[in-house]
């Protein structure tokens, strides 16, 4: 059974879910086996458990990772949470609207356009006709098809096909997301974007159940994560536990040994960065001024996660002045995330502007009216210095929005906008 209901502290509830098919001994070839068997009595089936009393919950706003081996009930889970199959046994309760991204072409007409699929299928998703007509643009230029969008879609390869289905999935704007090995087809460049949004999503906080073979990933995204066996759960927790354990059940001894000797090692390292993070602590504790927070805006006041070139946008530093200085200043830096290369700064100094710090905290806004921002990842990092002189500048604190929230804000490329970082607005003339 799957139900629904408004008013629950998780985005999905499986309790004991069980799910038996029946796989017939003699196969049958042709239509006229299919006839003749209709009429025999003796056919045989195996029955094959693909889950059995499966239980766990997703919270909202969780990235909640599936793993396990093939055959172990991963997609059939996921088939029973969007609905498509009904369990045997158990109960699936639901609390928000579901956009599922299982298999390549599912809910697609290779005989239609790539125009009229995105149609059908964001109508199955349930969004309307005026939604989609506003969404279409951004659908296929994520999908990077615009040139093959009117173009039936069995003349798309299989890495169109899984861009323009993900496309759809994401801007469906549903409460929880269900993706089945999303990277496994796509080119690298896609899997990065891929990747982006999954960045974009987890800062949303938005729920998506993500199954896949990729640790990493999991790793690095998930909240939480389950791992499955002969379809049932042998871990359900946390991510690292639980990636451990799929690991330890797919290796031999010796791979087993190098594996408890690697986390030692890791271990080792982590109490090194601990101390290491406790010294700094220490030390940021004893500054007459600390940067706290670092944050990005659009012209509407959302956080930024991406912008395009001429965009307006705002940077916003929180700092906490523990003892008053005479000549406190802010600055702010751009930097390129691809290669740390220093891009543009600004300083409260040089532009003359009175920060009239005050013991506590103190937010200051910087606002860009045009950037020239054409292409890449960039961050931000603030600067607190004090001038003694002409000559003489002493830094107080310094810190990254990469150490604050690893916040990398993408720049989105116009197509035919040219190449590099930055884009300088220009004009073209021949001499006569």
Same mark, same amino acid.
């Given at each position: 059974?799957?139900?629904?209901?408004?008013?629950?502290?998780?985005?999905?509830?499986?309790?004991?879910?069980?799910?038996? +098919?029946?796989?017939?001994?003699?196969?049958?070839?042709?239509?006229?086996?299919?006839?003749?068997?209709?009429?025999?009595?003796?056919?045989?089936?195996?029955? +094959?458990?693909?889950?059995?009393?499966?239980?766990?919950?997703?919270?909202?706003?969780?990235?909640?990772?599936?793993?396990?081996?093939?055959?172990?009930?991963?997609?059939?889970?996921?088939?029973?949470?969007?609905?498509?199959?009904?369990?045997?046994?158990?109960?699936?309760?639901?609390?928000?609207?579901?956009?599922?991204?299982?298999?390549?072409?599912?809910?697609?007409?290779?005989?239609?356009?790539?125009?009229?699929?995105?149609?059908?299928?964001?109508?199955?998703?349930?969004?309307?006709?005026?939604?989609?007509?506003?969404?279409? /643009?951004?659908?296929?230029?994520?999908?990077?098809?615009?040139?093959?969008?009117?173009?039936?879609?069995? /003349?798309?390869?299989?890495?169109?096909?899984?861009?323009?289905?993900?496309?759809?999935?994401?801007? &469906?704007?549903?409460?929880?997301?269900?993706?089945?090995?999303?990277? &496994? *087809?796509?080119?690298?460049?896609?899997?990065?974007?891929?990747?982006?949004?999954?960045?974009?999503?987890?800062?949303?906080?938005?729920?998506?159940?993500?199954?896949?073979?990729?640790? @990493?990933?999991?790793?690095?995204?998930?909240?939480?994560?389950?791992?499955?066996?002969?379809?049932?759960?042998?871990?359900?927790?946390?991510?690292?536990?639980?990636?451990?354990?799929?690991?330890?059940?797919?290796?031999?001894?010796?791979?087993?040994?190098?594996?408890?000797?690697?986390?030692?090692?890791?271990?080792?390292?982590?109490?090194?960065?601990?101390?290491?993070?406790?010294?700094?602590?220490?030390?940021?504790?004893?500054?007459?001024?600390?940067?706290?927070?670092?944050?990005?805006?659009?012209?509407?006041?959302?956080?930024?996660?991406?912008?395009?070139?001429?965009?307006?946008?705002?940077?916003?530093?929180?700092?906490? *002045?523990?003892?008053?200085?005479?000549?406190?200043?802010?600055?702010?830096?751009?930097?390129?995330?691809?290669?740390?290369?220093?891009?543009?700064?600004?300083?409260?100094?040089?532009?003359?502007?009175?920060?009239?710090?005050?013991?506590?905290?103190?937010?200051?806004?910087?606002?860009?009216?045009?950037? !020239? +921002?054409?292409?890449?990842?960039?961050?931000?990092?603030?600067?607190?210095?004090?001038?003694?002189?002409?000559?003489?500048?002493?830094?107080?604190?310094?810190?990254?929005?990469?150490?604050?929230?690893?916040?990398? !804000?993408?720049?989105?490329?116009?197509?035919?906008? @040219?190449?590099?970082?930055?884009?300088?607005?220009?004009?073209?003339?021949?001499?006569?």
């Amino acid at each position: 059974m799957r139900t629904k209901k408004t008013q629950l502290k998780n985005a999905i509830d499986v309790h004991n879910v069980s799910k038996m +098919f029946r796989i017939p001994h003699e196969k049958v070839s042709s239509l006229r086996g299919a006839f003749v068997s209709a009429f025999k009595g003796d056919r045989t089936y195996e029955e +094959f458990k693909a889950l059995d009393k499966v239980s766990f919950s997703v919270k909202k706003g969780e990235f909640f990772g599936i793993i396990g081996r093939n055959g172990s009930g991963k997609s059939t889970l996921l088939k029973i949470l969007a609905g498509i199959y009904r369990p045997d046994s158990g109960r699936v309760t639901v609390n928000g609207r579901i956009s599922p991204f299982l298999e390549l072409g599912i809910g697609f007409n290779p005989e239609l356009s790539g125009r009229d699929n995105v149609y059908l299928n964001a109508t199955v998703l349930g969004l309307s006709r005026k939604e989609i007509d506003k969404k279409f /643009n951004d659908i296929v230029r994520f999908a990077e098809l615009e040139r093959f969008i009117d173009q039936k879609l069995k /003349n798309y390869s299989s890495g169109m096909q899984v861009r323009l289905a993900f496309a759809v999935s994401i801007h &469906a704007n549903r409460d929880i997301l269900l993706m089945d090995e999303v990277l &496994a *087809v796509g080119d690298s460049n896609f899997q990065k974007k891929c990747l982006d949004t999954f960045k974009r999503y987890k800062n949303q906080e938005k729920t998506v159940i993500l199954v896949t073979h990729d640790i @990493g990933i999991v790793r690095e995204y998930c909240n939480r994560a389950l791992l499955l066996h002969n379809g049932t759960v042998l871990e359900v927790g946390d991510v690292d536990t639980v990636c451990d354990a799929y690991i330890a059940k797919n290796m031999h001894a010796r791979q087993r040994k190098e594996l408890e000797e690697r986390e030692h090692i890791k271990r080792q390292e982590e109490e090194r960065e601990k101390e290491i993070k406790k010294n700094k602590e220490k030390g940021r504790k004893e500054k007459d001024a600390v940067i706290e927070d670092i944050q990005l805006f659009d012209a509407r006041g959302n956080e930024l996660m991406e912008i395009a070139h001429g965009e307006p946008f705002s940077i916003e530093t929180t700092v906490d *002045v523990r003892r008053r200085r005479k000549n406190l200043f802010l600055a702010v830096q751009i930097f390129d995330n691809s290669n740390d290369a220093f891009l543009c700064g600004n300083n409260t100094h040089n532009d003359h502007f009175d920060c009239k710090w005050r013991t506590g905290k103190n937010t200051i806004k910087i606002f860009f009216k045009d950037n !020239v +921002f054409n292409m890449g990842e960039i961050y931000v990092r603030a600067v607190v210095f004090e001038r003694k002189g002409d000559n003489d500048i002493v830094i107080i604190d310094t810190i990254s929005c990469k150490e604050i929230n690893e916040k990398i !804000v993408k720049i989105v490329h116009k197509e035919g906008a @040219g190449g590099g970082i930055m884009r300088i607005e220009h004009k073209w003339s021949k001499k006569r």
